[in-house]
């Protein structure tokens, strides 16, 4: 099994710190799945105070991402190595959704290229780029968050990231519907009670309950994923 290697590109590289070594990251990391490698966008930046951004052409609010930094970076990761995508996070890309994450997570080698400030140079996006992906509809500070969200989503489906028991094949999403809900011990909590069925230990009768949960609770909270052709 070869490890996916995943380079991330930010002006604030800190911010993968406790991400990369807590959780989900932390244990692909640990188990050999994946090599997380964050890159400094500034040690990249242009003068004496290493800059990265600059006022837009044509005026307006806010800084864009010079495109000299980036391609500078991506030009000497790509030396090293082939990238099967170089990853975009931003509110105008594609949905990312669960497809998404199973696709990405059976490629190699990833660069995600995190935004930050109002803008990208236009010219990266047309000429590095090849995937763009929002994570919804709203509007974050940066790349970062989005980045660590996909890295999170396409590392756990990875066969052997998770245990055996936490398979990620029955999440919701996986299936086209949303998850059944679920209960541990005590049976009886408060005078809540657990469903009778789960208790019975007949597991026919357990999955059908389980299969009628999980399409009621879409059917009430997310009636889009069944009107979809799933
Ligand atoms: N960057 C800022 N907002 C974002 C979003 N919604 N999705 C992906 N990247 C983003």
């Given at each position: 099994?070869?490890?996916?290697?995943?380079?991330?590109?930010?002006?604030?590289?800190?911010?993968?710190?406790?991400?990369?070594?807590?959780?989900?990251?932390?244990?692909?990391?640990?188990?050999?799945?994946?090599?997380?490698?964050?890159?400094?966008?500034?040690?990249?930046?242009?003068?004496?105070?290493?800059?990265?951004?600059?006022?837009?052409?044509?005026?307006?609010?806010?800084?864009?991402?010079?495109?000299?930094?980036?391609?500078?970076?991506?030009?000497?990761?790509?030396?090293?190595?082939?990238?099967?995508?170089?990853?975009?996070p931003t509110p105008d890309?594609?949905?990312?959704?669960?497809?998404?994450?199973?696709?990405?997570?059976?490629?190699?080698?990833?660069?995600?290229?995190?935004?930050?400030?109002?803008?990208?140079?236009?010219?990266?996006?047309?000429?590095?780029?090849?995937?763009?992906?929002?994570?919804?509809?709203?509007?974050?500070?940066?790349?970062?968050?989005?980045?660590?969200?996909?890295?999170?989503?396409?590392?756990?489906?990875v066969p052997g990231v998770?245990?055996?028991?936490?398979?990620?094949?029955?999440?919701?999403?996986?299936?086209?519907?949303?998850?059944?809900?679920?209960?541990?011990?005590?049976?009886?909590?408060?005078?809540?009670?657990?469903?009778?069925?789960?208790?019975?230990?007949?597991?026919?009768?357990?999955?059908?309950?389980?299969?009628?949960?999980?399409?009621?609770?879409?059917?009430?909270?997310?009636?889009?994923?069944?009107?979809?052709?799933?």
């Open positions: 099994m070869d490890a996916i290697r995943i380079d991330v590109l930010s002006v604030i590289p800190g911010f993968f710190d406790s991400p990369l070594s807590n959780g989900l990251l932390s244990i692909a990391r640990k188990k050999g799945f994946a090599e997380v490698v964050v890159h400094n966008l500034h040690d990249y930046g242009l003068g004496r105070y290493r800059q990265v951004d600059d006022t837009p052409f044509g005026g307006g609010a806010g800084m864009v991402l010079r495109p000299e930094p980036v391609f500078a970076c991506v030009e000497k990761l790509k030396a090293e190595r082939h990238y099967d995508a170089v990853i975009f890309g594609r949905p990312f959704r669960q497809q998404e994450a199973n696709r990405l997570s059976r490629l190699k080698n990833l660069i995600f290229l995190c935004g930050h400030y109002k803008a990208l140079d236009e010219r990266v996006r047309e000429s590095l780029v090849t995937m763009e992906y929002s994570i919804g509809d709203v509007v974050l500070s940066g790349g970062e968050i989005p980045s660590l969200l996909m890295m999170d989503a396409l590392l756990r489906v998770l245990g055996d028991s936490e398979s990620a094949l029955t999440d919701s999403f996986q299936t086209g519907i949303l998850d059944c809900a679920y209960y541990t011990r005590p049976p009886e909590f408060r005078g809540m009670k657990v469903p009778e069925v789960l208790l019975s230990g007949h597991h026919a009768k357990i999955e059908q309950w389980r299969h009628e949960n999980a399409l009621e609770r879409t059917r009430q909270r997310r009636p889009d994923l069944l009107a979809e052709d799933v």
